[in-house]
């Protein structure tokens, strides 16, 4: 923690002369300038094993670097040498202090570290993973003061989006800036890392500040939306669909998988079941999307889902997490928690006792895959989850509800006999899915210093809808004895779905 005033604390370095960590062909005091000509704002000089005379050399030398920069330099622990050298100011690290502490007792234009948020390679992590989204509740506690909040622990290139998009409390506080070390100070062209990682801090910013709620809000329906207006996004989004037939990834599970992959191709997807870590990478670079449905989590393919999100997320591909079961059992709670700390996704759907497992709510019991109950307010619980995951949240049951955090749509679609299959809401996650990736197809404009291309809203809605209205159209076939002859049936209305019938049947309430 530092006391100082007027500093840009958004791409701040921890140095470190740690031969394992900067990379062989670079000299530390190099490495320094070119961080600074790519953008670094402030650095902190980080000494592990130097003695007072060396860290001293050290410190001045970086400081004539930095001044040439006019980039404020702050000196690790050592408030004897931060004097020595005239630096703007000294880290101390009070390691164990509570935020809430924190908030009390630091003084006017103090700055936190809030860490670790990823595991990393600098230290033995004597903090324990908070993860993206504990920072964004601890940013919480520091509502209404003026002290800064950097994160810190293995923020990288690759992970630095997701970082700035995750932390953010549900209040709307975003960091300050990420600290980091070991990506920069090891990197083979520290300045052109220097310059990717201000551009993605500009991007968020940028993003973060012009919307009027929120960053997260990856969706075009203006505020001038309506039922109408929804329904022929819908129908637009049908064309989309089938004419990009975007490749919908699943890793969903045994109990669904060929009704799941049937249900895409009526609507116009194109669906791979791969769950394969080693071939996640090369999957994510195609256009589409990603679907992670833990119905038969097992440990041997939770590698897979982790590896999946996460190129998703670095390709800024719609993620939709069906968290089947998630209330369940301890297990299925604690892998669901880490997924969701490790990458973000797009949109979460769940019935209302696995959305309240999630939530942590007693509200609503799980009984197995299904739920027992349903919430008193569900249209604040969706609204508030939204806010705190950072997605799009989709409750489903008799109405489904769909909110960005802003704002909630109730659709009434559907038929009892969609509780009579197994899999229905599995297969709702495949049409979110696959609409999300058409959204994605075309929206390349929202792409920009967000996590995700496209609007997951309309995706989210227009997956829905679909379903529930090739639903109703099955049941009301004279073929349709029973759940047997249901689930054939629906597939077939879906694949013979048109956007002039969205439009005559869409039961669409704005909240
Ligand atoms: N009684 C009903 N009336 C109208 N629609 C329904 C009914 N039951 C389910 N649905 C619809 O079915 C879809 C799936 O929702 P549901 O809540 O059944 O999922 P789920 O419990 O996750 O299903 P599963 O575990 O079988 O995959 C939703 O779009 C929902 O609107
Ligand atoms: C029945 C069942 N069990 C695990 S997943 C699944 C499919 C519906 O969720």
Redesign the pocket.
């Known amino acids: 923690m530092v006391a100082h005033s007027n500093i840009d604390y958004s791409l701040y370095l921890v140095t470190s002369r740690d031969t394992g960590i900067l990379s062989p062909s670079n000299d530390y005091f190099h490495i320094l300038e070119q961080a600074l000509i790519g953008g670094v704002t402030i650095v902190q000089i980080r000494e592990k094993d130097a003695d007072t005379g060396e860290f001293i050399e050290v410190a001045r030398k970086s400081k004539e670097i930095c001044d040439r920069y006019k980039v404020p330099i702050l000196i690790n622990d050592r408030i004897d040498i931060a004097l020595a050298i005239g630096a703007h100011g000294v880290h101390v690290g009070q390691k164990d202090m509570p935020v809430t502490t924190a908030r009390r007792l630091l003084p006017k234009n103090s700055i936190v570290g809030i860490g670790s948020v990823w595991g990393t390679r600098t230290k033995k992590l004597t903090n324990p993973i908070v993860g993206v989204r504990g920072v964004g509740s601890i940013l919480r506690i520091l509502d209404g003061t003026d002290i800064k909040a950097v994160a810190i622990g293995g923020v990288k290139r690759a992970n630095l989006l997701r970082t700035l998009h995750g932390a953010v409390s549900p209040t709307n506080h975003p960091l300050d800036g990420v600290a980091i070390v070991s990506d920069i100070m090891g990197a083979e062209d520290p300045r052109a890392r220097c310059e990717a990682l201000s551009t993605t801090l500009r991007e968020f910013r940028d993003a973060f500040s012009s919307s009027s709620t929120s960053a997260f809000r990856p969706s075009t329906l203006t505020d001038n939306w309506s039922t109408d207006s929804i329904k022929h996004g819908v129908g637009e989004l049908m064309q989309v669909l089938r004419a990009s037939n975007p490749l919908v990834h699943q890793i969903t599970n045994s109990v669904?998988t060929t009704q799941s992959a049937n249900i895409t191709l009526a609507v116009g997807g194109s669906p791979i079941m791969a769950t394969t870590p080693e071939e996640m990478e090369d999957l994510a670079k195609y256009p589409g999307a990603l679907l992670i449905n833990i119905?038969t989590l097992t440990t041997e393919n939770l590698d897979g889902m982790f590896k999946a999100g996460f190129f998703a997320n670095v390709n800024k591909k719609p993620l939709v997490c069906?968290p089947?079961?998630v209330g369940a059992t301890q297990f299925r709670k604690g892998t669901v928690s880490e997924l969701l700390s490790t990458w973000q996704a797009s949109v979460i759907?769940?019935?209302?006792?696995?959305l309240a497992a999630l939530a942590g709510s007693s509200e609503v019991d799980a009984k197995g895959?299904?739920?027992a109950g349903s919430f008193e307010d569900p249209i604040k619980f969706v609204k508030n989850l939204a806010r705190r995951e950072r997605c799009v949240i989709?409750l489903?049951?008799?109405?489904?509800y769909v909110s960005d955090g802003d704002r909630v749509v109730l659709?009434?679609?559907?038929?009892?006999?969609?509780?009579r299959?197994?899999?229905?809401?599995?297969?709702?996650?495949s049409c979110i899915a696959s609409f999300c990736g058409a959204a994605a197809s075309v929206g390349e404009d929202l792409a920009v210093g967000r996590l995700v291309r496209g609007d997951m809203f309309l995706g989210a809605i227009a997956g829905?809808l679909v379903?529930?209205i090739a639903?109703e159209r099955a049941v009301a076939r004279n073929d349709v004895k029973g759940p047997g002859t249901f689930l054939p049936a629906l597939i077939d209305e879906a694949a013979a779905l048109k956007p002039e019938d969205i439009i005559d049947a869409a039961k669409i309430e704005l909240a």
């Open positions: 669904v119905g069906d089947v079961g759907k769940g019935n209302a006792g696995e895959v299904d739920s989709v489903t049951g008799v109405t489904d659709l009434k679609n559907g038929h009892e006999m969609l509780g299959i197994t899999g229905s809401g599995c297969m709702l996650g829905i379903l529930t639903s």
